[in-house]
């Protein structure tokens, strides 16, 4: 009731942007993109909602800024591989292995096009190692995206078959399909 609200209400002024991303990441993680509103998010917070607005512009400076955190907890490129190859894919295996972790992230940053400081240090990054291996700017650029496109592609992929349910569903699904075929054509 009221009096439960009220003692479970934060204190005035205890709120800030990193509060209020955090506690936006623990119900996306929990429950998907699709369950965060801001009534949500202030009542998991224990505020109310025109309090999260002083954090906040809206939910695309939410989701933004929500990407941003999870790109941030990514390892730089780790530049003490000799070979340019081995260093992309380390950092591809990394990213996947983090946005597992947020799986319903991995969508956003697949369909947004952020240009937060993460997003150009991993860039910055990436392309300088080509280019310090002599690959031409434009190759480079072209490299970097088809590894950070087929790393997303395949998340988006990967999340919903192998981890959103049981391997057992998963391997279910297929023998089902497969009973149904038909003999004679397959």
């Keep these: 009731g009221t009096k439960q609200q009220q003692r479970t209400r934060r204190p005035w002024g205890s709120l800030s942007r990193d509060d209020v991303i955090a506690g936006a990441l623990e119900i996306v ?13 202030a ?11 002083g954090h906040i512009d809206n939910k695309a400076d939410l989701i933004d800024a929500l990407a941003e955190r ?3 907890s990514i390892e730089p490129l780790d530049t003490s591989f000799q070979d340019p190859e081995q260093a992309l894919a380390a950092w591809a295996r990394h990213l996947r292995e983090v946005l597992l972790q947020h799986p319903a992230l991995g969508a956003v940053l697949a369909a947004r096009g952020l240009t937060t400081p993460s997003v150009f240090a ?13 690959v031409n ?12 496109t087929y790393t997303l592609g395949f998340l988006s992929w990967e999340i919903p078959r192998v981890h959103r349910q049981s391997a057992a569903a998963y391997a279910q699904q297929w023998q089902d399909a497969i009973a149904s075929l038909p003999v004679t054509k397959y």
Excluded: K, N, W
Aim: proline share 4%; no cysteine.
């Design 29 to 41: 993680d929990r429950e998907g993109l699709e369950a965060l509103s801001m009534p949500r998010l």
């Design 43 to 53: 009542r998991h917070l224990g505020t109310g909602v025109m309090t999260l607005y």
């Design 70 to 72: 999870v790109l941030a």
């Design 122 to 134: 991993h860039l910055e990054a990436g392309l300088g190692m080509l280019r310090s291996a002599g």
């Design 137 to 148: 700017p434009q190759t480079s650029v072209e490299i970097f995206y088809a590894l950070l």
